[in-house]
């Protein structure tokens, strides 16, 4: 036991030991600069089935899946056209990282309890519809989505409670003065202003916005350095609900913190009861999952998770010490499910101790990796006489959903471009890429907005679609642009489900 302190101490803390009553003394390794590597037979763990699953999450469209056991990486796959270190839009699981942002509140003491009322917290705020459900609820109501606030997110439709937040001039006072549907702690329902008001209370306890003390209290003492965070809102507030980016290692060190129950390299930056009830879910929530402090929970499969739109995950499968990430950009109606990838990697595990090497299986989990990174081209046809003449046209628009004011399309013998400006703020409203047209898409240089990657065909002789995306945002864009003399039309639609029509002309 004193050589192997020795030997712990010789690693200039890059790891620890776990408990001396620990039958198998795994090391516990402390990601903060990077993350170690690892065949999956050294980790006691199936490559061929691997292999296997990064072959089938592919076919749903993902950007990346990242597979941890014993604190090395041992599976990391990228699907084209999305890269390595690209920081990736969380959608929900930013409310994870907020309900994180609380359990740090609460143990440096800015927060005294959970069982707090919110509307004392955040008295100063102008709040109407006030009656006795709404003065009992509670930070710990906000953290399990039990608020009984009356709300409607679905569709992200104009008149929804979500997209009214939005275009609030006080957000935070907007959840505030909603009626009550429900008393405090009565039903479970997915409400994102419950995590706004959550940011709102950081901002109001810390004097800092969200992001502001996720960088120093959380981002930091984990090595997360991938992290970006929206925009404020008019008080200074982060949102809460979505918005966070990460690269997916970085997703990983947050669910490694969970993993280890909220320790980090000696530190303990979130309570260990915190994550307890993280992983049991006392809350019943919907398709079978539990709820707490804003994370997912299957307990019945050993499991939970941070959940967000279009298959972003961190997922925690502690009795396996094991954690993934996931990426996506698909629609809703499509994605690996959770409890099958949980089924999955739970197949793969195979001891908790090194399994004979295996060259033949890690050689088709390689392989399987390197396919993954390749673009698959779709089927193109011919390009129309009519490409020559619309090239390098500007088609101006009136003002529209999109804020569309120009698009051009470039045409050439060799890689082709788009531009498309924008009414927004001078200096900012000027986009460009590049378009693939041999079915394969064309990365474009990295700009203030990201990274571009675009492939187009022309479906008939008038109408050329072009898909846009914006690596690490989890979304994909269609644009179909239909000429007709000096007229055209576009028809804009992505995978959150959102649809626009524009019609402009050219005057060259």
Do not use: C
């Amino acid at each position: 036991m004193l050589m192997l302190a020795v030997m712990a101490a010789s690693l200039g803390g890059l790891g620890s030991f776990a408990k001396a009553d620990d039958p198998n003394l795994q090391e516990v390794l402390w990601p903060t600069k990077s993350w170690q590597t690892s065949s999956p037979e050294q980790q006691g763990m199936d490559s061929a089935r691997l292999a296997r699953l990064i072959e089938a999450v592919g076919t749903y469209k993902q950007d990346s899946l990242t597979i941890i056991r014993h604190g090395r990486i041992v599976a990391d796959a990228y699907y084209a056209p999305y890269v390595p270190d690209v920081s990736h839009d969380l959608r929900s699981v930013t409310k994870s990282v907020v309900g994180t942002l609380t359990a740090i509140l609460l143990k440096k003491g800015n927060l005294d309890s959970v069982d707090h009322p919110v509307v004392d917290l955040l008295s100063e705020k102008q709040i109407q519809e006030m009656d006795t459900r709404k003065k009992s609820i509670t930070v710990q109501n906000l953290l399990d989505m039990n608020s009984g606030i009356e709300w409607v997110e679905k569709l992200y439709t104009p008149e929804e409670t979500i997209m009214r937040m939005y275009e609030s001039p006080n957000r935070t006072a907007f959840v505030l003065s909603q009626p009550m549907a429900n008393a405090p702690g009565a039903s479970f329902y997915y409400n994102s202003g419950n995590p706004y008001l959550l940011s709102s209370l950081i901002t109001r306890t810390t004097g800092q916005s969200a992001f502001d003390f996720a960088k120093k209290e959380l981002f930091e003492p984990l090595g997360i350095k991938s992290a970006k965070w929206g925009k404020v809102d008019a008080q200074g507030v982060t949102d809460g609900e979505a918005g966070l980016s990460l690269s997916p290692h970085d997703m990983a060190r947050i669910g490694y913190l969970y993993l280890h129950n909220g320790q980090w390299d000696g530190k303990q930056i979130i309570p260990p009861s915190w994550v307890e009830r993280a992983q049991s879910g006392p809350v019943d929530a919907t398709f079978g999952f539990h709820y707490g402090n804003l994370w997912w929970s299957y307990p019945e499969k050993g499991a939970y998770m941070a959940r967000g739109r279009h298959s972003q995950l961190i997922l925690v499968i502690p009795k396996l010490d094991v954690v993934v990430t996931m990426t996506g950009f698909l629609n809703d109606t499509e994605f690996y499910s959770a409890s099958g990838l949980i089924d999955d990697i739970s197949s793969a595990v195979k001891s908790d101790r090194p399994l004979p090497d295996n060259p033949r299986a890690q050689a088709l989990l390689a392989k399987a990796i390197h396919r993954a990174a390749e673009d698959k081209p779709y089927v193109v046809g011919n390009i129309p006489e009519l490409a020559k003449s619309i090239s390098g046209k500007v088609y101006g628009f009136a003002d529209n959903k999109l804020h569309v004011k120009s698009f051009t399309l470039n045409f050439y013998e060799s890689d082709s471009s788009w531009v498309i400006t924008t009414f927004g703020e001078p200096g900012r409203n000027r986009f460009t890429g590049l378009v693939g047209l041999d079915g394969l898409y064309r990365k474009s240089p990295p700009a203030g907005y990201g990274i571009n990657a675009a492939r187009g065909r022309w479906t008939s002789e008038h109408t050329f679609v072009m898909e846009r995306r914006i690596l690490g945002h989890s979304e994909t864009q269609t644009w179909a642009l239909t000429f007709d003399g000096d007229k055209v039309t576009v028809n804009f639609e992505n995978t959150d489900g959102f649809k626009a029509e524009l019609h402009g002309e050219t005057s060259e």
